[in-house]
């Protein structure tokens, strides 16, 4: 069994400040880690993901992520926030030696003030 | 680029008629694909998963006889809403998992989405 838990329905942050969203998983087995991002009236599209090679992962658009497995975490940052980042974020979850459907968390929407 | 493609990205219908959504691979072969459902403000519902040659599999109170699912080759699988009502108005949106080498798993890209007015 595995879940994920996004801390956060909503995040505000102002242009050019430290984005944060938090995921946390549980798994039974080694995770395969996750992050999308979704447009407005768009489908998902893949941010970056963990699949147990390094612990810091780097993704499009200057976002990473770094899997923490003591806290079960795989938190989503980038340093400087853009308008255009804006958008839903969903942490996702799936077992690296059985099926890779994916487990979503509910989303957190990312607000960017000017 | 996109890697997976889906038809229509919206659709009106009035309510009694049949809708089909189309979901295809670009660049890659899919024995698998996933449809999924996203209601306003709500993470996405995985709602079936369509094999290449047998039947979708579907999630448990997924009506399906009210969703059909089509996986008619290994690039292609349709959704049919049949006898579509209001309340079954919503963002659809597909998935196919993609191989990556050396990596021990596939990861899922999703089509941009469909959406679904019923009226």
């Known amino acids: 069994a595995q879940s994920v838990t996004q801390l956060g329905s909503h995040v505000s942050v102002s242009e050019g400040a430290l984005v944060l969203l938090r995921c946390n998983y549980s798994?039974?087995?080694?995770?395969?880690l996750f992050w999308y991002v979704q447009y407005p009236n768009q489908g998902l599209q893949l941010l970056l993901k963990y699949t147990s090679a390094a612990t810091l992962v780097k993704g499009i658009n200057g976002f990473e992520a770094e899997f923490k497995k003591s806290e079960t975490s795989f938190h989503l940052t980038k340093p400087s926030a853009h308008m255009s980042d804006a958008a839903e974020y969903f942490c996702?979850?799936?077992?690296?030696?059985?099926?890779?459907?994916?487990?979503f968390g509910r989303g957190t929407s990312l607000i960017v003030h000017p | 680029g996109a890697v997976v493609s889906q038809h229509p990205s919206r659709v009106i219908c009035k309510s009694g008629t049949s809708v089909k959504i189309e979901c295809r691979s670009l660049?890659?072969?899919?024995?698998?694909m996933f449809w999924y459902r996203q209601f306003p403000k709500q993470s996405l519902m995985l709602m079936a998963t369509s094999n290449e040659g047998s039947k979708a599999t579907y999630e448990q109170g997924v009506e399906k006889d009210k969703f059909l699912i089509n996986h008619a080759s290994l690039t292609l699988s349709t959704l049919t809403v049949t006898s579509a009502h209001p309340e079954d108005s919503s963002f659809y949106i597909c998935?196919?998992?993609?191989?990556?080498?050396?990596?021990?798993?596939?990861?899922?890209?999703f089509g941009p989405g469909t959406r679904l007015t019923v009226l």
């Open positions: 660049d890659f072969q899919a024995t698998t």
């Open positions: 996702a979850v799936s077992s690296s030696g059985g099926s890779y459907i994916p487990t």
């Open positions: 998935s196919a998992p993609k191989p990556e080498t050396g990596r021990g798993t596939d990861t899922q890209y």
């Open positions: 798994s039974s087995v080694p995770p395969y």
